[in-house]
C-alpha cells in the first residue's frame, strides 16, 4: 500500500470521528435540553399541585362561610316572620280599635247639650279606669291538609273585637 492510500484511509478515519463527536455533541446537546424540560415539566406539575390543593382550601373555607351565612338567614328569617306577625297582630288591633266611635267633647254638647256635673264626674272617673288591653287575634283553625297543596280553610268565623254595647 501506498503512502497515498494511507493518507486516504487515516483521513476518511478521521472524517468519521469528526461525525461520531459531532453527532455526540448533539446527541449531547439534545440529552441537556431534554433534561431542563423534564425539570421545567415536575416545576410547572408542583406549581399545578400547589394551586389545587390551594383552591381545595379556600373551596372549604367558602363552603363553611357559605354555611354560616345560610344559618345566619335561617335565623334572620325567622325573626323577620316573627316580627311581621306582631306586627300584623299590632296592625290588627289598631284597625279595630279605629273602627270604635269616638265622640269629642264638642260632638257630645251639640247632641246632648252642656254635661252635668254628674257626667263630667262619670266621665273622668271612666277616662281615669285603665281598660282592658286590646284582645290579641288569634289565628283561625285549620282544616287538616290531605295530600295535596290545597289551600288551608277556616274553620271558624273570628271573633269580633268590639265590646257589647259600645
Do not use: C, W
Request: net charge positive.
Amino acid at each position: 500500500m501506498t503512502d497515498s492510500v494511507r493518507i486516504r484511509k487515516a483521513q476518511s478515519q478521521e472524517a468519521e470521528i469528526d461525525r461520531l463527536r459531532e453527532e455526540a455533541t448533539e446527541a449531547s446537546d439534545e440529552y441537556a435540553r431534554l433534561a431542563a424540560e423534564t425539570l421545567e415539566a415536575h416545576r410547572h406539575e408542583a406549581e399545578l399541585d400547589t394551586l389545587v390543593g390551594r383552591l381545595r382550601t379556600d373551596a372549604q373555607v367558602q363552603e363553611h362561610q357559605l354555611a354560616m351565612l345560610r344559618d345566619r338567614l335561617a335565623t334572620v328569617d325567622l325573626e323577620f316572620e316573627t316580627v311581621r306577625a306582631v306586627r300584623d297582630a299590632l296592625t290588627y288591633a289598631s284597625s279595630h280599635e279605629s273602627t270604635r266611635p269616638r265622640y269629642s267633647q264638642a260632638n257630645r254638647t251639640a247632641r246632648n247639650g252642656p254635661p252635668s256635673e254628674a257626667t263630667n264626674a262619670s266621665t273622668r272617673a271612666l277616662s281615669s279606669a285603665s281598660s282592658p288591653p286590646p284582645r290579641r287575634r288569634t289565628p283561625a283553625p285549620t282544616a287538616p291538609r290531605r295530600g295535596g297543596s290545597a289551600p288551608r280553610l277556616p274553620l271558624a268565623e273570628p271573633r269580633s273585637t268590639a265590646l257589647p254595647g259600645r
